[in-house]
T-cell receptor, first 112, second 115 residues
Framework: AQSVTQPDIHITVSEGASLELRCNYS??????LFWYVQSPGQGLQLLLK??????LVQGIKGFEAEFKRSQSSFNLRKPSVHWSDAAEYFC??????????FGAGTILRVKS | DGGITQSPKYLFRKEGQNVTLSCEQN?????MYWYRQDPGQGLRLIYY???????QKGDIAEGYSVSREKKESFPLTVTSAQKNPTAFYLC??????????????FGNGTRLTVT
């Protein structure tokens, strides 16, 4: 079975600063990778996905992620964080049977 | 608007009672899923269904049951056998017959509190 590790439980950044959230996955033949965002008490919204092709993937809300097979990583980045980006972020990998396996999540706090 | 509706948003039950959480989708998706979310543990898969009248256990199915009698509905019953039922429950769906490995679309969740 596939697995996902998000090493950072909490991250705090200043508004306007750059952001990188880390994600490592267990090895799979062709990993299908996703980033989701969750506001408190809400469901998850898809930010971006990687299936194949260009290793730098653009998503919504100005986010991007880079797939690095050699490091088994799929880190999420944003050049300039806005206060509205404060939320919990989940990295996920597709398992057999079209099931998603999620990391434990990273809570992002934005300070003004 | 197409989407996934979970109801109710908050649910309170006494220990020992079964409770059913509703999930309805009008996205015409074949596959539906139930996840449980606990702080610091991410989302864990309870049950999933790839097609009507068929479903499979996920990683933490004990104490739960589901049915899939209609394409648009996938209710989850939390039974009295579930040892720690208080959690946030998320329902999701995907178009598994369309694009390969299409992403999951989530409802807004039901927070269940059992005392």
């Amino acid at each position: 079975a596939q697995s996902v590790t998000q090493p950072d439980i909490h991250i705090t950044v200043s508004e306007g600063a750059s952001l990188e959230l880390r994600c490592n996955y267990s090895y799979g033949a062709t990993p299908y990778l996703f980033w989701y965002v969750q506001s408190p008490g809400q469901g998850l919204q898809l930010l971006l996905k990687y299936f194949s092709g260009d290793t730098l993937v653009q998503g919504i809300k100005g986010f991007e992620a880079e797939f690095k097979r050699s490091q088994s990583s799929f880190n999420l980045r944003k050049p300039s964080v806005h206060w509205s980006d404060a939320a919990e972020y989940f990295c996920a990998v597709m398992d057999y049977g079209n099931k998603l396996v999620f990391g434990a999540g990273t809570i992002l706090r934005v300070k003004s | 608007d197409g989407g996934i509706t979970q109801s109710p948003k908050y649910l309170f039950r006494k220990e020992g009672q079964n409770v059913t959480l509703s999930c309805e989708q009008n996205l015409n998706h074949d596959a539906m899923y139930w996840y449980r979310q606990d702080p610091g543990q991410g989302l864990r898969l309870i049950y999933y269904s790839q097609i009507v009248n068929d479903f499979q256990k996920g990683d933490i199915a004990e104490g739960y049951s589901v049915s899939r009698e209609k394409k648009e509905s996938f209710p989850l019953t939390v039974t009295s056998a579930q040892k720690n039922p208080t959690a946030f429950y998320l329902c999701a769906s995907s178009d598994s017959t369309g694009e390969n490995n299409s992403p999951l679309h989530f409802g807004n969740g039901t927070r269940l509190t059992v005392t």
